[in-house]
């Protein structure tokens, strides 16, 4: 059974930084990619910040490059650092795992096969 467990969400001040992990159940490279997705309300779940799992390449949206960064940190972990945080990054951000190759590294929420429970991530002050 498949499991990815987010962890390192809460309340930040506009500016401040978090660091979100995801733990996966398997190792990493039993999957084609690992990704960071967010839902604020009313809105549809977007794809933040997605990773490759066997050559670590990356992909993000616009709105995160620059102050977001995706790593792997161990076989079974992946790692979102987000700096210079600001309101409209509040949301319940997911991590989620791709099992299938597909071209590039996708980063659409119905590209991803298996979905952790989410983190409540908000800025304010």
């Known amino acids: 059974q498949v499991q990815l467990v987010e962890s390192g969400g809460g309340l930040v001040q506009p500016g401040g930084s978090l660091r979100l992990s995801c733990a996966v159940s398997?190792?990493?490279?039993?999957?084609?990619?690992i990704g960071w997705f967010r839902q604020a309300p009313g809105k549809e779940r977007e794809g933040v910040a997605c990773?490759?799992?066997?050559?670590?390449?990356t992909r993000y949206v616009d709105s995160v490059k620059g102050r977001f960064t995706i790593s792997k940190d161990n076989a079974d972990t992946v790692i979102l650092q987000m700096n210079s945080l600001k309101p409209e990054d509040t949301a319940v951000y997911y991590c989620?795992?791709?099992?299938?190759?597909?071209?590039?590294?996708?980063?659409?929420?119905?590209?991803?096969?298996?979905w952790g429970q989410g983190t409540q991530v908000t800025v304010s002050s």
């Open positions: 398997r190792s990493i490279v039993d999957y084609y990619a």
């Open positions: 990773i490759s799992s066997s050559y670590s390449g």
């Open positions: 989620a795992s791709k099992l299938f190759r597909s071209p590039g590294i996708p980063c659409s929420f119905y590209d991803y096969n298996y």
